[in-house]
């Protein structure tokens, strides 16, 4: 099976090098990246398999789009910068049948620092990264967006390696970003925010993580990423109710 990865960047200096070198064994590796200022696009540049592109950003979802639409070949590996193909997974694709289904799942394996984080929902955590882009496509969503697809899907052996965040300030730049992100989806959704909604809804994220997925079982750890998370959801919600005060002045 032919096949190109597609990865989207901006500033990933930090993880592109070991991202490219686990796919070393794909036919080709699109890059669209949406204006990095850092040395992303020279280490790019620097292998051989990639091929460059800048785009300004729209989007996760469409972001991806664009990257699958610039292979050469239908069969797509999507990658986002901080992940990593282990070696069991490479194997599952190299070996993967190219009729039968029309996109692949696989588990990840997620890291907060050097550690990786079995409970919390954090594993096995499948995503579909594996799909023909002749009948797949990634929904148009600018934020937490999901391969759409038809037919048969099938499972990969392997994980694919996720370094999902170095530390706790890596975490809060991110959920700034994403919050605000998601708080503008739903307002353009028509969504509204409930006066018990900005205690309700973080407090029933930190009890899902913690609780019901097992988070305690991380000792400190899971209580961390328990009340990050929750975090995270009240700041969805307050920009949310900010997007609706400013819009109807009440």
């Known amino acids: 099976m032919q ?7 901006l500033n990933e200096e930090h993880n592109i090098v070991d991202c490219l070198a686990s796919l070393d064994f794909v036919d080709e590796i699109i890059v669209v990246d949406s204006g990095s200022t850092d040395t992303t696009e020279a ?9 460059f592109f800048r785009q300004e950003w729209l989007g996760f979802g469409k972001q991806k789009n664009k990257a699958a639409q610039l292979a050469r070949h239908d069969w797509i590996l999507n990658l986002d ?5 282990s070696p069991l997974l490479r194997s599952s694709l190299e070996q993967f049948p190219e009729t039968g289904c029309s996109a692949a799942r696989m588990a990840r394996e997620n890291y907060f620092g050097s550690r990786w984080i079995r409970y919390c929902g954090w594993y096995p955590d499948y995503t579909v990264r594996l799909y023909d882009r002749r009948s797949c496509s990634f929904s148009e969503r600018s934020v937490h967006e999901t391969l759409q697809y038809d037919g048969t899907i099938a499972t990969l ?3 694919l390696i996720h370094r999902s965040y170095r530390d706790i300030s890596d ?3 991110r959920a700034d970003r ?3 992100l998601a708080a503008q989806e739903m307002h353009r959704a028509g969504k509204t925010v409930a006066p018990g909604s900005l205690l309700i ?18 000792g400190r750890m899971g209580f961390v990423l328990s009340a990050l998370y929750a975090y995270y959801t009240f700041c ?12 109807t002045g009440r």
């Open 3 to 9: 096949l190109s990865a597609t990865i989207i960047t």
């Open 43 to 51: 280490l790019c540049r620097a292998n051989p398999r990639v091929r």
């Open 81 to 85: 910068a901080d992940e990593r193909v």
């Open 157 to 159: 052996a392997g994980n």
């Open 171 to 173: 975490y809060l730049r």
């Open 178 to 180: 994403y919050s605000t």
């Open 201 to 218: 809804k973080p407090l029933a994220t930190f009890i899902k993580m913690y609780f019901i997925r097992k988070g305690f079982l991380e």
């Open 236 to 247: 969805k919600y307050a920009k949310l109710a900010e997007l609706h005060t400013l819009h």
